[in-house]
C-alpha cells in the first residue's frame, strides 16, 4: 500500500512550498491540503505565468491530477470563488480535478469581523494576522460551533448561519467594534456577506466528498499523494512562537487530523526552507536584520507577501530553529530555495546557536520571546555571481556547495532539490 508524501514549510511560511508542490506534481496522482486556508498565499511560475493560490492545492495546473481541499482546511466561499475565476482566466476548470472535504470548515463574513477587532483589541501586541477570519473559524470549530461544507447541502443551513452570525455580533458589540465601518475586501461587512452567500451554490458544482474515506481507498489502490502545507512549522499553534502563531498544526501531525490518515500512513515528510529567513507579522525572529543587509535581501529576493503584500522582515539563515522544525516534522529529506538570491553576497551569515542571557543554547527554550535570544553567527565565503541559469548541481560555485554541505552536516538530513529562481524550470534535483 502506497503511504502519504507530505511536503511543508520548516519557517516562518512562503518557503517556496507552492512553486515545489507544482514541480513535484507529475510525481503524484493526488495533491491534497491538509491545514490552513486563505491566509496562505502559494506561488507559482510558468511559461511566464505568475499564479498565486490561497485555498486550492498547487497541484491544479496539471489535468490529470486529483486536487483534494481536506477536513482540516477553512474555506471562505468569497475568496475561494475568486481563485476559480482566476483559474478560469487561465484555462483551468477547476470543476474538473477538485474536490472538497464535506467536513472542511466554513470562514463566515462575521468571522473575519472578530479578527479584526481582537486584533483591534492587542492594541501592541497584535499578532500581524491576515486578517481572513483563521483563528476565529478554527475557534469555532473547537467550541463546536462552526459550520461545514456539508452543511450547505442540507436545509437549515440559513438558520444555522444567521444564529452563528448573531453570536458573532453579539461579541462584537461587547469589543464595541463598529463591524459597519470596517471594510472587508474594500466591501462593507453587509456588501461582503450578500456576495458571499450569493456564491454559496457555486460551491456546489464540486465534488464534495468524505474525503478521508476517499484517500485512504486512494492509498489502498496504489495511487500516491503528496500532502501541501500551509504556513510554516515556526507558525504551528502548539510548537510555534506562541501566540505569534497561525491557529492550526501546521506539523506533520496536522496531516493526520486534516486529511483523516493514520501515522503509520505518511511515508516521505519533504522539509521546506529558505536559505535565509522571512517572517509576516509579529513575533520573535532571533535573526532578523534592521540593516541594509536585512533590506538587500528583501530587495534581492522580492519578499512583499503574496496574500497581504506587506513587506516580509528578513534575516539570516537560523539554524537551531531548522532543527526544531525537522525534529517536530520527522523530515527525511529537504529542500532549499531562493539560493539564487544570496548570488550577490560576499559572506553569507548561519546563526548556529544562540546567547540566552549569557548562556550558549541550540534550542528554543519557552522564554524564546522577543529580544531574549541574541544570534551568533558563523561566516561562509559567498559565491558572488549568478547562478540562475545552472541546470545541474555539479554545476554549481564551490562556495555555494560548501553551503549546502554546511547545512547538511548540521542538520544531518540531505537537501535533495535546489530551487535557484521562482520559475518551474529552475530547480535542481541532486542524486544522493
Ligand atoms: P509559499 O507560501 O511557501 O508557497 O511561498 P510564496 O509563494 O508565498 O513565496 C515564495 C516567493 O518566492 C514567491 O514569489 C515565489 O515565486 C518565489 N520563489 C520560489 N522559489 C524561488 C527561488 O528559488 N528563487 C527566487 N528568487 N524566488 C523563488
Ligand atoms: P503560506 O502558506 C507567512 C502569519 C501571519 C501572522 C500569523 C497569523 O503562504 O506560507 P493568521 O492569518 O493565520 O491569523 O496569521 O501567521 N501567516 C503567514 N505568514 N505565510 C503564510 O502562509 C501565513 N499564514 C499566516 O502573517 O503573523
Ligand atoms: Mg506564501
Known amino acids: 500500500m502506497k503511504k502519504v508524501d ?3 514549510g520548516l519557517q516562518w511560511g512562503d518557503e517556496g512550498k507552492g512553486k515545489i508542490v507544482d514541480v513535484l506534481t507529475p510525481d503524484y496522482d493526488i495533491i491534497a491540503r491538509f491545514q490552513g486556508g486563505p491566509n496562505a498565499g ?4 510558468f511559461n511566464g505565468i505568475k499564479h498565486v493560490l490561497h485555498t486550492i492545492p498547487s497541484g491544479i495546473f496539471h489535468e490529470n491530477t486529483i486536487n483534494i481541499i481536506g477536513n482540516g482546511v477553512l474555506i471562505d466561499l468569497f475568496i475561494f ?12 476548470d477547476a470543476t474538473k480535478n477538485l474536490k472538497i472535504s464535506k467536513k472542511a470548515h466554513l ?5 473575519r469581523l472578530l479578527d479584526a477587532a481582537y486584533e483591534k483589541a492587542k492594541g501592541l501586541s497584535k499578532i ?4 481572513k477570519g483563521i483563528g476565529p473559524a478554527y475557534t469555532d470549530r473547537t467550541a463546536r460551533n462552526g459550520l461545514r461544507v456539508g452543511d450547505l447541502l442540507h436545509t437549515g443551513f440559513m438558520q444555522k448561519y444567521n444564529q452563528l452570525k448573531t453570536q458573532h455580533l453579539e461579541i462584537l458589540k461587547f469589543h464595541k467594534f463598529d463591524y459597519e465601518k470596517h471594510l472587508i475586501e474594500n466591501m462593507s461587512f453587509t456588501a461582503y456577506e450578500a456576495e458571499w452567500l450569493a456564491v454559496i451554490d457555486n460551491l456546489k458544482k464540486f465534488d464534495l466528498i468524505d474525503s478521508e474515506y476517499y484517500i485512504n481507498q486512494a492509498l489502498i489502490n496504489n495511487k500516491s499523494i503528496l500532502a ?12 510555534g512562537s506562541y501566540p505569534f502563531v497561525t491557529s492550526s498544526n501546521t506539523i506533520t501531525a496536522g496531516v493526520c487530523t486534516g486529511l483523516g490518515v493514520s501515522p503509520d500512513k505518511i511515508g516521505k515528510v519533504i522539509g521546506i526552507f529558505k536559505a535565509y529567513c522571512t517572517r509576516v507579522g509579529s513575533g520573535p525572529f532571533p535573526t532578523e536584520l534592521f540593516d541594509s543587509v536585512g533590506e538587500k535581501l528583501r530587495d534581492q529576493g522580492r519578499e512583499y507577501g503574496s496574500t497581504t ?16 522544525a525537522i525534529m517536530l516534522n520527522g523530515v527525511t529529506e529537504l529542500v532549499v530555495t531562493k539560493i539564487d538570491v544570496l548570488n550577490s553576497f560576499e559572506t553569507i551569515q548561519a546563526c548556529k546557536k544562540y546567547d540566552h542571557n549569557g548562556t550558549l543554547i541550540d534550542y528554543l527554550p519557552f522564554e524564546s520571546e522577543e529580544n531574549v535570544l541574541q544570534a551568533v553567527y558563523e561566516q561562509i565565503n559567498g559565491w558572488n555571481g549568478n547562478i540562475n541559469q545552472i541546470l ?3 554545476q554549481f560555485p564551490e562556495n555555494l556547495k560548501n553551503y549546502i554541505r554546511y547545512i547538511e552536516d548540521i542538520v544531518k538530513v540531505p537537501i535533495t532539490i535546489i530551487s535557484n529562481g521562482p520559475d518551474r524550470k529552475e530547480t535542481i534535483f541532486r542524486n544522493i
Open 6 to 8: 507530505v511536503l511543508l
Open 42 to 45: 502559494h506561488t507559482l511560475e
Open 81 to 92: 470563488q475568486k481563485e476559480i475565476d482566476k483559474l478560469k482566466e487561465r484555462k483551468v
Open 107 to 111: 470562514i463566515l463574513p462575521s468571522h
Open 128 to 131: 500581524g494576522s491576515t486578517l
Open 228 to 239: 501541501e502545507g500551509a504556513q510554516g512549522s515556526m507558525l504551528d499553534v502548539d510548537f
Open 309 to 324: 503584500g506587506r513587506p516580509r522582515r528578513c534575516g539570516w539563515l537560523d539554524l537551531p530553529a531548522l532543527q526544531y
Open 392 to 394: 545541474t548541481y555539479n
